[in-house]
């Protein structure tokens, strides 16, 4: 039988990243674009555009989508994206039409998830939630080996749990969401409060954005999360406090999910997770020490995600070449459970 192949392309607010996958998760080409997010027109043509480009290479026979938004039950419209000028867009039918391909469309945290628990760090096991540390926070929950979207498609919304009861304002309106305390935001916003208060934090990080743009003036040197981390990575002592918190808080959050979802496992991925241990050694130790029922009850591993930024591409990929053949994907562990709960055998992939 001919290797099966999908497209997967991954839309952020600032990038296209397209690539074809194969059935082990591999991406055999790439493609990149700038992200038009001003005009929803420009954004389909873009995305049509990549496909031919890879089907022109490998017969692809899908195209999977991870958009950052909220994507309805049917998985065909982007009803609302906060970074794109998408608004109820019915997104699979205008790809379809113009790739004459079948396509499918779920939010990126999703086909992230997906491709963690296919091919990255959460393989067998069933039940399973990711949290992406970015400039928010984004999620998914795999629940016997099956995306859990909601009863509107929405589920995974963790990073506005409250946390902090009328703490620190947040974009969605509320206050004391749980990605004011725990994502990418956080440490750029300390960066920013020290390179203002010309303290010696801020002048060590100034100097380390200054290497990323030598040719610019130090009035203009921009300071995020990211020099926060490098700086952590080098050994400075600030630097590492700083992440701490951030895990910390993330520990208190991930406990939380724990109580209401109870999964085996917590996969961490995301810019900020390339603090690695600096960030999920503290969020170990919150989690279990605010987790209900502590010392009486297993805890969920947290580790950190294995495909990095190519999950959600390599996560749409995938789910579109699996509804394109109608197939469900082997699990050893999640067919086993689905066949526990239902007291049916577990099909053999063929």
Not at 14 to 34: H, N, P, Y
Not at 148 to 169: D, K, N, S, T
Not at 307 to 318: C, I, Q, R, T, W
Not at 330 to 335: E, H, I, K, S
């Amino acid at each position: 039988m001919p290797e099966r192949l999908a497209v997967g392309i991954d839309i952020g607010g600032t990038k296209i990243a397209a690539g074809v996958v194969d059935e082990d998760g591999r991406i055999l080409a790439r493609r990149r674009r700038l992200t038009p997010s001003t005009d929803a027109e420009l954004v389909l043509t873009a995305i049509a555009e990549l496909t031919e480009e890879l089907r022109d290479e490998h017969p692809v026979k899908a195209v999977g989508i991870g958009a950052a938004g909220f994507i309805d039950e049917s998985q065909s419209t982007v009803m609302f994206s906060p970074h794109l000028a998408w608004r109820n867009e019915p997104l699979r039918d205008r790809v379809a039409r113009r790739t004459r391909l079948p396509v499918l469309v779920d939010n990126d945290a999703n086909t992230s998830a997906w491709a963690e628990w296919r091919f990255g760090a959460a393989q067998n096991v069933p039940d399973v939630v990711t949290v992406t540390l970015g400039t928010g926070i984004g999620g998914a929950i795999v629940i016997d080996g099956q995306p859990y979207r909601g009863a509107h498609g929405m589920a995974g919304e963790f990073g506005h749990q409250q946390v902090v009861p009328g703490g620190i304002l947040c974009e969605c309106g509320n206050r004391g969401c749980w990605e004011q305390y725990a994502s990418g935001r956080v440490l750029s916003r300390r960066a920013a409060a020290e390179v203002a208060a010309g303290t010696p934090a801020g002048g060590r990080l100034v100097e380390l954005a200054r290497l990323d743009h030598p040719t610019v003036g130090t009035a203009d040197v921009l300071v995020d999360g990211t020099h926060v981390t490098r700086l952590a990575a080098a050994g400075d002592a600030t630097a590492v406090e700083w992440i701490a918190e951030v895990g910390h808080w993330l520990g208190i959050g991930l406990a939380n999910l724990s109580a209401s979802i109870d999964p085996g496992l917590f996969v961490i991925g995301g810019g900020v997770s390339d603090a690695d241990e600096m960030l999920l050694a503290p969020a170990r130790a919150a989690h279990a020490d605010q987790l209900v029922g502590r010392g009486f009850r297993s805890e969920a591993r947290i580790v950190r995600a294995h495909l990095g930024p190519d999950a959600g591409l390599v996560g749409a990929a995938d789910m579109a070449r699996i509804r394109a053949r109608r197939r469900r994907p082997a699990n050893p562990a999640g067919r086993a459970r689905v066949a526990a709960r239902t007291g049916r055998s577990p099909r053999r992939r063929r």
